[in-house]
T-cell receptor
Framework: QKEVEQNSGPLSVPEGAIASLNCTYSDRVSQSFFWYRQYSGKSPELIMSIYSNGDKEDGRFTAQLNKASQYVSLLIRDSQPSDSATYLC????????????WGLGTSLAVNP | DAGVIQSPRHEVTEMGQEVTLRCKPI?????LFWYRQTMMRGLELLIY????????DSGMPEDRFSAKMPNASFSTLKIQPSEPRDSAVYFCASSPLSVGLRYGYTFGSGTRLTVV
């Protein structure tokens, strides 16, 4: 059974700090990795995707992928109260066509 | 673009009744996904379609659930008969086949189903 694991949190950081969110996955044969943000009562929205080992930066967000250790992380720099949400990690496994396997999410609270 | 449109937004029904959820994907998106989200199990893929054809329905919990996509702009998820354990938020999502998953899915606003 392929699994994606995240710490449920809540992760609490002060405004302006770096928030670090982590995700591990069980299957080495994986191709692509995604971070979605979900505000309470809303639908998930894609914020980052990453396919290769290393870092990928987009504005205040950096995704980090380490396939050897089977983890992917999301760093949020200069955290804002508006970043308070649940962050979902999703993985697409080779051979799974367009299917994503999802973690349960990490709740982030950014305190003013 | 109006995005992925789901209806109804909220549905409260009695156990044993039939429930039909509806979805209109983004125009030009030829992959459509039905998800269920609960606190305990998170997001679960129920079924997905490519070009109106069901590709993977392994997540459909049991025969009480059925999904159709009669054309590129409309899909339904039906539960008959409904049970209290079906209470959840049901999301529809779509994406274009041509770009793979690079841009992820676009989710609809969801239908919050409560079965009493």
């Amino acid at each position: 059974q392929k699994e994606v694991e995240q710490n449920s949190g809540p992760l609490s950081v002060p405004e302006g700090a770096i928030a670090s969110l982590n995700c591990t996955y069980s299957d080495r044969v994986s191709q692509s990795f995604f971070w979605y943000r979900q505000y309470s009562g809303k639908s998930p929205e894609l914020i980052m995707s990453i396919y290769s080992n290393g870092d990928k930066e987009d504005g205040r967000f950096t995704a980090q992928l380490n396939k050897a250790s089977q983890y992917v992380s999301l760093l949020i720099r200069d955290s804002q109260p508006s970043d308070s949400a649940t962050y979902l990690c999703a993985v697409n496994y080779a051979g799974n066509n367009r299917k994503l396997i999802w973690g349960l999410g990490t709740s982030l609270a950014v305190n003013p | 673009d109006a995005g992925v449109i789901q209806s109804p937004r909220h549905e409260v029904t009695e156990m044993g009744q039939e429930v039909t959820l509806r979805c209109k994907p983004i125009s030009g998106h030829n992959s459509l996904f039905w998800y269920r989200q609960t606190m305990m199990r998170g997001l679960e893929l129920l079924i997905y379609f490519n070009n109106n054809v069901p590709i993977d329905d392994s997540g459909m919990p049991e025969d009480r659930f059925s999904a159709k996509m009669p054309n590129a702009s409309f899909s339904t998820l039906k539960i008959q008969p409904s049970e209290p354990r079906d209470s959840a938020v049901y999301f529809c999502a779509s994406s274009p086949l041509s770009v793979g998953l690079r841009y992820g899915y676009t989710f609809g606003s969801g239908t919050r189903l409560t079965v009493v």
